[in-house]
RNA sequence: GUGAUUGUAGCUCAGUAGGUUAGAGCGCUGGAUUGUGGUUCCAGAGGUCGUGGGUUCAAAUCCCAUCUGUCACCCCA
């Protein structure tokens, strides 16, 4: 018995509209990418396992899509692991490969592995599909599109700059009105440092991430159980509650962390790309936000995070400076700035505010009706002729019935329908139909050509 | 991984004190109009009621399991 097909979850089809929207998120994003000199690579969508393994914390790996293994893969499993069902240590006997699940960390192990073909700094922009073993729900895919932009092999700040302007031009062109809030890891490893507890720094970023979303009082709450002392998240709260404009929250968490040079150094390079910003004329509001920590652990220093402002979706564009992810394969010392556009969720955005230029959607411009094979024959060459002149065109498969062409052509929209018959051979005339208004005229080819070529 | 919720025609949904042959709108097919779509009128096709068990004389309806979609948590684009 046939069964119904499906997907698996969280993934989608596209149908011909939405793929027309989605080329024009795509297209949008690319130009502004070409236009700052970024070039393009893809990678593989499935990377060893040993250099996805590792790279994004512990949930990470969980959320990792694994590759069985080819052939008999379960003869060379120990059969004490199979008697414990220890699943980890069984999963590192039956795969070694997996689907990627960000563009970074393959481009880090791309950079390393072809460090002597590349020109330094490496500017770079990767569109592709990655993957996450996540339970979906809203703004949320299993297989959805990043749009990354990175530079390698530069510590100026002028790269973080850069990405801002980006942002900035995507989402003006794109005309979705968006906040940039950035932050900066050294400003957190300050904290962590000036309130005693400088081990537990990743803790206290995933609490404090949360701090908009879950309150004050429950962030506190989170970090004691996390195991951080009383007294160091009594110290903590005042930091996390400042307010005031972008220049006096820096000055204020500047006083906070005078005794650590690392939180120093980041004070001072906020500063600097905030001068650096003021001097540029954007669109989008940039925002200070001392509680953005982002859940990525390679990140080092400048952290970024775009919300859409009329759309309740969670991030849409996100990323920060990685000091050593390539150190991790094996190249110490290269440091990298980028950021992602998440296609999808840029996506849902648009939808929902109804952003889409109304002509995202080309069709076919001139359909031709087929009576049959004579009409065929006579018509071919015609058909021939208007694609050359550029007029998107097409001859229907089959000598079906006139109403059914005629329903065809009006399904997709087709501007222009063509009617040759014996008649119309005779005369060497074309019937032209426009079938919005349902007028019907005569016409040479030449008109044809003309009329058509207007409307295309 | 945890919790909640959903599933009836291609689509959107009606349909419970369990009771003949499960309905509507839209869509689809054919005809009115054998060279004319989008409007109108007429007719028709299409359903193992997500799947598998159970309770019952009897289940779309009640119970259990499972799958799928949705939402929240965790985490994240």
Request: with cysteine; net charge negative; glycine share 8%.
């Amino acid at each position: 018995m046939s069964q119904k097909p499906s997907i698996p979850k969280g993934t989608r089809d596209f149908f011909p509209q939405l793929m027309a929207r989605r080329n024009y998120i795509f297209d949008t994003i690319r130009s502004v990418f070409l236009l700052y000199g970024y070039q393009e690579i893809e990678t593989p969508a499935m990377e060893n396992l040993s250099t996805l393994m590792g790279k994004y914390g512990e949930e990470g790996d969980k959320l990792l899509f694994k590759i069985l293994n080819s052939g008999d893969f379960a003869a060379k499993v120990p059969d004490d692991l199979l008697a414990n069902k220890d699943s980890v240590k069984i999963t590192n006997k039956i795969s070694e490969k997996g689907l990627r699940y960000d563009l970074t960390v393959p481009f880090a192990r791309f950079v390393v592995q072809n460090r002597n073909e590349l020109v330094f700094p490496f500017k770079r922009f990767q569109i592709q599909p990655v993957w996450r073993a996540d339970r979906p729900q809203k703004g949320r895919y299993r297989e959805f599109f990043q749009c990354d932009v990175d530079v390698i092999g530069s510590d100026s700040l002028l790269n973080e700059v850069e990405l801002v302007q980006i942002t900035d031009e995507v989402f003006k062109r794109l005309n979705i009105s968006v906040t940039l809030k950035i932050n900066n890891r050294k400003i957190l490893a300050g904290i962590a440092e000036s309130i005693g507890e400088p081990e537990k720094i990743t803790e206290i970023t995933v609490a404090i991430d949360k701090l908009e979303k879950i309150g004050t009082e429950k962030v506190m709450l989170e970090l004691e159980e996390k195991g951080i002392k009383n007294e160091s998240v009594e110290k903590l709260k005042p930091i996390l509650t400042l307010k005031g404009t972008n220049t006096e929250k820096l000055e204020q968490i500047r006083n906070v962390i005078e005794q650590s040079g690392t939180g120093q150094k980041g004070v001072e390079e906020v500063q600097t790309l905030l001068s650096y910003i003021d001097k540029l004329k954007l669109s989008l509001p940039v925002e200070l936000d001392l509680t953005l920590a982002r859940g990525l652990n390679y990140y080092t220093g400048a952290i970024f995070e775009v919300k859409a402002n009329d759309v309740e979706i969670g991030s849409i564009t996100g990323g920060g400076r990685y000091d050593d992810l390539t150190g991790i394969f094996g190249l110490p010392g290269v440091s990298g700035v980028g950021i992602s556009f998440g296609a999808d969720r840029i996506f849902d955005v648009m939808e929902k505010l109804n952003l889409f230029p109304e002509d995202t959607e080309t069709s076919t411009t001139v359909y031709f009706v087929n009576f049959g094979e004579k009409e065929v024959a006579y018509l071919l060459p015609v058909v021939d002729k208007l694609r050359k002149s550029g007029i998107a065109c097409e001859l229907f498969p089959d000598a079906a019935k006139l109403k059914k062409q005629m329903t065809y052509a009006n399904r997709k929209n087709i501007p222009y329908v063509v009617m040759v018959g014996e008649n119309e051979m005779q005369a060497g005339s074309f019937t032209l139909k426009e079938m919005k208004s349902g007028d019907q005229k005569e016409v040479t080819l030449q008109e044809l050509i003309e009329i058509a070529g207007k409307g295309k």
